[in-house]
């Protein structure tokens, strides 16, 4: 395994392997057996940084989420798993009341609301301190400086050690960041964001917003990245549901562009030239990128996990990875 530094305090940052564990639908779909196994197999290969949400599947098990949290409170219990394995949660998308979607009837990133899901999800993990908590989503309403006042002072208090941000506009990553280095405050550190190999449509609507596609890294988000290297990055969704290597799960629509013919002609050769599958290639070309992400896998099964471990070890050439940076 490899391994990557998130964060710049002293008192915050964190040492984490550069593939993390999506538990999603640990808890849900995934059996708490089989998670288990994975996340022994995760640790066993030297995994770890682990990703969750407080309101992780509520639309598998109409809930409010939590599941996956609880789950992972009792596998840490089970197997006196201590700080070394970074949890990273996230709160915003929590929907408040049973049935409903975050859409229309989210918790938000009110000061109060910040406070009150980041002591259950502490209660629900079995930790004393966070070590990564994000704002889930944007939230178009409580003022930006509510906000981040309202994180920060979970920081002073040795609650939460990290921030991080996901599924917020570049514009709106800034105006927070801004607002807390004013102000003396800890900011966002950790950006969580889908992110892939092939390159989607920039022009398709999305449920969550009204101007494109909702949380995806685009040319502004790299371009903002470039300019802020301290900034770590984590890509969710990094191979498509399993799109890469299943028929039975197609391509998007957002993905329905010549491009994506290029790419995949591209990521087939150098697949073919290092003996690897297209997920290790999507993989190794995150970790090793003039940009480098932190993949985020999902696995609902060990060997399935194995495959994405794998990657950590594909080296591509400066050739194999001129060639799959320029296909278009």
């Known amino acids: ?43 066993e290969a030297g995994g770890t940084f682990v990703d969750t949400s407080n309101n992780y599947a509520y639309w598998l098990d109409d809930s409010q989420g939590g599941a996956s949290e609880r789950l992972l409170g009792r596998w840490r219990r089970s197997r006196g798993v201590g700080d070394e394995i970074t949890i990273a949660t996230k709160l915003g998308a929590r929907p408040l009341a049973p049935g409903t979607g975050w859409i229309d009837n989210g918790e938000g990133l009110s000061a109060e609301t910040i406070r009150t899901a980041a002591e259950q999800s502490r209660e629900r993990l079995g930790m004393e301190r966070l070590p990564l908590l994000y704002a889930h989503v944007d939230d178009r309403v409580t003022p930006v400086t509510e906000t981040v006042e309202a994180f920060a002072a979970l920081v002073a208090e040795g609650t939460v050690g990290l921030l991080g941000v996901s599924n917020h ?80 799960r197609p391509f998007g629509t957002d993905l329905d562009h010549p491009g994506t013919r290029a790419r995949l002609a591209a990521l087939d050769a150098v697949a073919a030239e290092t003996g690897a599958t297209r997920n290790q290639v999507v993989l190794s070309w995150l970790i090793g990128g003039e940009i480098p992400f932190i993949p985020l896998v999902g696995a609902s099964s060990v060997a399935q996990l194995n495959e994405s471990l794998a990657a950590v070890d594909l080296s591509l050439t400066p050739d194999q990875r001129t060639r799959l940076d320029t296909a278009f």
Do not use: C, N
């Open 1 to 43: 395994m490899e391994y990557r530094q998130i964060g710049t305090d002293p008192a915050t940052r964190r040492t984490v392997s550069v593939l993390s564990l999506g538990a999603m639908l640990f808890g849900t779909r995934t059996d708490e057996q089989t998670a288990f196994a994975v996340l022994d197999r995760y640790v």
């Open 169 to 248: 506009w570049s514009w709106k990553v800034e105006r927070a960041r801004a607002v807390a280095a004013a102000k003396g405050l800890p900011g966002y550190e950790v950006l969580q964001y889908s992110h892939s190999y092939l390159r989607r449509r920039t022009d398709m609507p999305d449920a969550a917003s009204q101007d494109g596609p909702f949380g995806v890294v685009a040319g502004d988000f790299l371009s903002y990245l470039r300019a802020e290297p301290d900034l770590a990055m984590v890509a969710y969704s990094p191979l498509l549901g399993g799109a890469y290597s299943r028929d039975d």
